[in-house]
């Protein structure tokens, strides 16, 4: 898919939350049904922050769409970016907005990507065709970074200095490779369920928070309301 395509949109992080997140979810709990209230809290509960997702430049659209599309079906919250050239660019079609559901986070470099998670306590592991380490070994890693890399160039000379390891998904026939966005979705799928650590309360609130802001029609001006500010 062309970055020019009129279908493409750039990617960015979610806007912070302008109010504390139980004014936010006293204010909107009360306007949507419960059957939407109890789904965005089972999604929340599914949610983990143990495993993360780094797109190192990936630059075609359908592909960056089709990952965020996987990291929202397998609970993956954050999706770290590395920008390349082209930005950060998704389709509308393939994402079906699952990008406002995330945490999309961007960096210029895959050093500040790296430091950052270095920082938050993740081992780093890129995609790397032949490797022996297959995404079933890195299930017991506590807090875990997994990388793929851009479709022509692969993993920058950065990320890869900075990983602790490969892994490469095991494959029984001819073909030497798959999709990026095939190969993030099996590694995604393997990792996410395997008794993660659970949410703190806090994150879990506030991502309940975000997820009502986005599930209701002009839900600043309901908050205002329920404030009585309007």
Request: glycine residues 6%; hydrophobic residues 45%.
């Given at each position: 898919?062309?970055?020019?395509?009129?279908?493409?949109?750039?990617?960015?992080?979610?806007?912070?939350?302008?109010?504390?997140?139980?004014?936010?979810?006293?204010?909107?709990?009360?306007?949507?049904?419960?059957?939407?209230?109890?789904?965005?809290?089972?999604?929340?509960?599914?949610?983990?922050?143990?495993?993360?997702?780094?797109?190192?430049?990936?630059?075609?659209?359908?592909?960056?769409?089709?990952?965020?599309?996987?990291?929202?079906?397998?609970?993956?919250?954050?999706v770290h970016v590395i920008v390349g050239e082209q930005?950060?660019?998704?389709?509308?079609?393939?994402?079906?907005?699952?990008?406002?559901?995330?945490?999309?986070?961007?960096?210029?470099?895959?050093?500040?990507?790296?430091?950052?998670?270095?920082e938050e306590g993740f081992e780093i592991y890129v995609?790397?065709?032949?490797?022996?380490?297959?995404?079933?070994?890195?299930?017991?890693?506590?807090?875990?970074?997994?990388?793929?890399?851009?479709?022509?160039?692969?993993?920058?000379?950065?990320?890869?200095?900075?990983?602790?390891?490969?892994?490469?998904?095991?494959?029984?026939?001819?073909?030497?490779?798959?999709?990026?966005?095939?190969?993030?979705?099996?590694?995604?799928?393997?990792?996410?369920?395997?008794?993660?650590?659970?949410?703190?309360?806090?994150?879990s609130r506030a991502l309940q928070a975000r997820f009502?802001?986005?599930?209701?029609?002009?839900?600043?001006?309901?908050?205002?309301?329920?404030?009585?500010?309007?």
């Amino acid at each position: 898919m062309r970055a020019d395509d009129p279908d493409v949109i750039e990617i960015k992080g979610p806007p912070p939350l302008e109010q504390p997140s139980e004014l936010v979810i006293e204010a909107l709990s009360r306007v949507v049904t419960p059957k939407r209230l109890q789904r965005i809290e089972e999604v929340v509960r599914a949610r983990t922050d143990a495993v993360v997702v780094v797109l190192d430049r990936i630059a075609d659209p359908h592909n960056a769409s089709a990952v965020l599309r996987s990291a929202d079906a397998f609970g993956i919250q954050t999706v770290h970016v590395i920008v390349g050239e082209q930005g950060f660019r998704a389709s509308r079609g393939v994402s079906k907005g699952t990008h406002r559901w995330l945490d999309v986070v961007r960096y210029e470099s895959a050093d500040t990507c790296a430091r950052r998670l270095r920082e938050e306590g993740f081992e780093i592991y890129v995609a790397e065709m032949g490797s022996a380490t297959t995404p079933a070994d890195l299930v017991s890693i506590p807090r875990l970074a997994v990388v793929f890399g851009n479709e022509h160039r692969g993993i920058s000379p950065a990320m890869r200095a900075a990983a602790n390891g490969t892994f490469s998904i095991p494959m029984r026939g001819f073909v030497e490779s798959l999709n990026v966005s095939v190969a993030a979705a099996i590694t995604m799928q393997t990792l996410a369920g395997q008794g993660r650590a659970p949410l703190t309360p806090a994150r879990s609130r506030a991502l309940q928070a975000r997820f009502l802001m986005n599930s209701v029609k002009n839900a600043e001006g309901v908050i205002a309301q329920f404030l009585g500010n309007d």
